[in-house]
């Protein structure tokens, strides 16, 4: 493999398609969700013009980032087999060209967003984007067991980014959202590690059970879901949540909890039929569970907007 990112032959002419698998679009669904859920929830109302316009520039953002990191991520993606037909590895795309799209798309996103909504929420963007493309993709990645924890920050601030885009601020609200996703991630992407733990090991990268092991890996599932309960729980009591919030993620974290512990519980090694069933069931368990989550916060908006409306308020200024 060359600094190109390719293998063997030059690339051939790509499609639009391959350019936008370059920006994640997976990723950058969750990303304009929760953002959306951020200026959804917001207590100040946004012109559906200005809120449309200020969302495609958080989507921009995240696809600028996606690409940066496939440009830094292309020798690991190519030796991992869930990665190995990404578009940099499978000779689609050259790095050049990612490099290129993503440090585009990343200054264009941050531009625009200031001017259609402001300086604070693009200042939170730019910092998105640069935390996951430099600090996690190019260091934390490659050097630390905690790369997942500390680098969970940059997807846990699209909320964060949609507050702000409506409120020019921060407030205990949205930090919440912003802790709800940042706790979900270690257990998470643990979960997945544990499954997938020969990939990272011929990729060299230094995830928690490749350095610590399955064990202490899933003592650190069950104590970061310990901490994430209550954390997701608490946006009942404040503005943004209310009864439906509540018991929707009283359900979601019994649920969330009971799977940790079956992952902690289990002994080694499992039967081959039965490996890492536990694992992948959780796993799929905390995607639903996360995006569920942001469904409660958009029903308590929708409850609140519908009872302003019967009163007789605007809802739209």
């Given at each position: 493999?060359s600094e190109t990112g390719w293998i063997g032959e030059a690339p051939r002419d790509a499609g639009f398609g391959d350019y936008f698998e370059l920006l994640k679009p997976?990723?950058?669904?969750?990303?304009?969700?929760?953002?959306?859920?951020?200026?959804?929830?917001?207590?100040?109302?946004?012109?559906?013009?200005?809120?449309?316009?200020?969302?495609?520039?958080?989507?921009?953002?995240?696809?600028?980032?996606?690409?940066?990191?496939?440009?830094?991520?292309?020798?690991?993606?190519?030796?991992?087999?869930?990665?190995?037909?990404?578009?940099?590895?499978?000779?689609?795309?050259?790095?050049?060209?990612?490099?290129?799209?993503?440090?585009?798309?990343?200054?264009?996103?941050?531009?625009?967003?200031?001017?259609?909504?402001?300086?604070?929420?693009?200042?939170?963007?730019?910092?998105?984007?640069?935390?996951?493309?430099?600090?996690?993709?190019?260091?934390?990645?490659?050097?630390?067991?905690?790369?997942?924890?500390?680098?969970?920050?940059?997807?846990?601030?699209?909320?964060?980014?949609?507050?702000?885009?409506?409120?020019?601020?921060?407030s205990v609200e949205s930090l919440l959202m912003f802790l709800l996703i940042f706790l979900w991630t270690p257990p998470h992407f643990w979960a997945l590690a544990l499954?997938?733990?020969?990939?990272?090991?011929?990729?060299?990268?230094?995830?928690?059970?490749?350095?610590?092991?399955?064990?202490?890996?899933?003592?650190?599932?069950?104590?970061?879901?310990?901490?994430?309960?209550?954390?997701?729980?608490?946006?009942?009591?404040?503005?943004?949540?209310?009864?439906?919030?509540?018991?929707?993620?009283?359900?979601?974290?019994?649920?969330?909890?009971?799977?940790?512990?079956?992952?902690?519980?289990?002994?080694?090694?499992?039967?081959?039929?039965?490996?890492?069933?536990?694992?992948?069931?959780?796993?799929?368990?905390?995607?639903?569970?996360?995006?569920?989550?942001?469904?409660?916060?958009?029903?308590?908006?929708?409850?609140?907007?519908?009872?302003?409306?019967?009163?007789?308020?605007?809802?739209?200024?």
């Amino acid at each position: 493999m060359s600094e190109t990112g390719w293998i063997g032959e030059a690339p051939r002419d790509a499609g639009f398609g391959d350019y936008f698998e370059l920006l994640k679009p997976r990723v950058m669904r969750l990303v304009v969700f929760t953002a959306i859920v951020g200026l959804v929830c917001a207590p100040v109302p946004v012109h559906p013009v200005v809120a449309f316009a200020a969302l495609i520039c958080v989507a921009a953002g995240a696809g600028a980032a996606g690409a940066l990191n496939m440009w830094s991520d292309w020798d690991i993606d190519a030796v991992m087999k869930r990665t190995a037909r990404r578009p940099i590895p499978d000779g689609r795309v050259t790095r050049d060209e990612a490099l290129g799209i993503g440090v585009t798309l990343g200054a264009f996103s941050v531009v625009m967003l200031a001017l259609f909504a402001n300086i604070f929420a693009a200042g939170l963007l730019a910092f998105t984007i640069l935390f996951y493309a430099v600090i996690y993709s190019l260091w934390l990645k490659r050097a630390t067991p905690q790369n997942i924890v500390i680098g969970g920050a940059a997807g846990a601030l699209p909320p964060m980014i949609g507050w702000a885009i409506a409120t020019g601020g921060v407030s205990v609200e949205s930090l919440l959202m912003f802790l709800l996703i940042f706790l979900w991630t270690p257990p998470h992407f643990w979960a997945l590690a544990l499954f997938r733990n020969e990939d990272y090991v011929r990729a060299g990268l230094p995830m928690m059970p490749v350095t610590a092991g399955p064990r202490s890996t899933r003592n650190q599932i069950l104590g970061y879901s310990l901490v994430l309960v209550p954390v997701a729980i608490l946006p009942a009591f404040t503005s943004v949540g209310g009864p439906v919030y509540l018991a929707g993620a009283v359900v979601l974290n019994v649920l969330f909890l009971r799977g940790a512990w079956q992952i902690w519980w289990r002994d080694e090694p499992e039967a081959e039929a039965d490996r890492y069933r536990v694992e992948k069931k959780f796993f799929a368990l905390s995607i639903v569970y996360l995006f569920l989550h942001f469904c409660l916060f958009l029903a308590e908006a929708g409850l609140r907007a519908a009872g302003l409306a019967a009163a007789g308020w605007p809802t739209l200024t």
